[in-house]
């Protein structure tokens, strides 16, 4: 009896190793491919300017309360509250050591479009990831190159206060394996050249839905409630839905969603507020041409009430 049960206990054993080995095989830190980085040329410094703020890399990695250039100092630091413990945004800048400035572009993309870290490491999707893997090869080379054009900091962010299990990164790639994807959010039906540039902004560099959608207790997006507000996930207040439903600005028309972009002033001649403010102010140094594409998307999704 007792051998039985110990091969029986064995076999189980096996089992579980054979299917913990399956699930890390699956859910793998994966990177793009090498050719995907190379013979990119010289980086377009102007697109680069242009990908950064409609990135808003300023909003979580500059100092808080900066203005002016200091917006341009990416230390790092800034707390970043959810339901899964606190994060802190990391020294981007162009210091060598402390921030990205001695990254290869294949290891600033694969963090940007894979969520892979420099160690191969499956990074946080409170950095991004999800959005920016809709990101062009061209604008993520002409990006870091801008990037690097900016001042050095040799500041060190606090390291990220999780609890268990979300203190171990490999569970990272079941999430992935769940929610990480790179095809479009929404489909639009007819959409012209216009709201396919808009399409692009939102759901990639742009990264609007991390905030405007609502997401599941895992962190997922809901399905079929793209930009439909929903909770703060600092915690504090709603994010509102802007969908052609919404009552926010679902009666806004194309002007009025770009002219709110660049000047921070509602139809209503009410302000900007909260955490919008400094979305705001990076969406006004974008072409203008970006803001009424980033309208036209908009109008153009399927309305959630």
Sequence with gaps: MASKWLKGLGALVALGVVGAGGFLLVTAPDPQSDSV?????????????TVFFAGGCTSCHAAAGSQGDARLVLSGGAPLKSPFGTFHAPNIS????????GW????????????VGRQGEHLYPSFPYGSYARMSPKDINDLYGFMKTLPASSAVAPPHELPFPFNIRLVLGGWKLLYFTDTPRVEIANANDVARRGQY?????????ECHSPRDALGGFKSGQWLAGGPNPEGEGTIPNITPGSKSIGNWSEGEIASYLETGFTPDFDSVGGSMVEVQKNMAELPAADREAIAAYLKAIPAVP
């Design 104 to 115: 290869t572009l294949a290891e600033f993309g694969n963090a940007m479009t894979r969520g």
């Design 201 to 209: 902004l939102v759901e990639g560099p742009g990264h609007c839905g």
């Design 37 to 49: 980085w190379a013979d990119l040329g010289e980086p377009d410094l102007a697109n680069g300017r």
């Design 94 to 101: 162009s210091d060598a050591t402390a921030g990205i400035g």
